[in-house]
Nanobody
Framework: QVQLVESGGGLVQAGGSLRLSCAVSGRSFKDYYMAWFRQNPGKERVFVGAITKGGSTDYADSVKGRSTISRDNTSNTVYLQMNNLKPEDTAVYYC?????????????????WGQGTQVTVSS
């Protein structure tokens, strides 16, 4: 059984930074495509960014240039560094994982999910 546990969320002022972490346990972490999504109440879960098994990254336009995804295959952890945060970045952030390639920006393509961590950006 694969388990994902996010941490690092919190309250931050606009312009500040946060680093979210997602610890993965279970099967071989290095075999997974990893992604971050975010969601607000009553809204769909939205793609933030992803990192492939080989370390290539992709980002939503809304966070491009302000965010960096990285992975540490030694500690089985994926990170989302977010800088210059804006109030519209406020959401619950979810970590997701899948084993197979293909579409990486669609939530339905991911099999494993964490419980989410709240990020609140005050203006």
């Amino acid at each position: 059984q694969v388990q994902l546990v996010e941490s690092g969320g919190g309250l931050v002022q606009a312009g500040g930074s946060l680093r979210l972490s997602c610890a993965v346990s279970g099967r071989s972490f290095k075999d997974y495509y990893m992604a971050w999504f975010r969601q607000n109440p009553g809204k769909e879960r939205v793609f933030v960014g992803a990192i492939t098994k080989g370390g290539s990254t992709d980002y939503a336009d809304s966070v491009k240039g302000r965010s960096t995804i990285s992975r540490d295959n030694t500690s089985n952890t994926v990170y989302l560094q977010m800088n210059n945060l804006k109030p519209e970045d406020t959401a619950v952030y979810y970590c997701a994982a899948k084993e197979w390639g293909g579409q990486i920006t669609t939530a339905l393509c991911y099999v494993y999910w964490g419980q989410g961590t709240q990020v609140t950006v005050s203006s």
